[in-house]
């Protein structure tokens, strides 16, 4: 499978399970998915990948999408801590940053949808 597939599939696999959350269900006001600006994320397809899950979990109304580079926005610059945090522990066995996280964090494994 090529990187982009990956990417992809892991970021529907992750919005996926992102709109099943109570919270975004339940919501009474605007919901706003920011993606990191990536290169795979072109030609609408973060608003593909957003509108799709939207769909599938049966929410009446699709939430507003936008990329935005994390040197700027402070909300993705905690996601990119996170991932940074769970990479070192899993790719260079290094969980000193993912310590920091460890009681709030769930490790889950979850199947691609095709």
Known sequence: MSRENVY??????????VMQDPKIRNSMG???VVYDSHKYLY???????TSEAAVAAGLGRI???RLADS???APLQVHDFVTGAIGSRYNRQDSRCY???R????????????
């Open 103 to 114: 009681s709030r964090t769930e490790i889950v494994r979850k199947g691609f949808r095709r």
């Open 63 to 65: 939430p507003e999408t």
């Open 43 to 49: 030609r609408g397809n973060a608003q593909r990948i």
């Open 99 to 101: 310590d920091v996280i």
């Open 8 to 17: 992809t599939k892991t970021a529907r696999t992750l919005m996926d399970s």
């Open 30 to 32: 605007t919901v706003r």
């Open 71 to 73: 040197a700027g926005y």
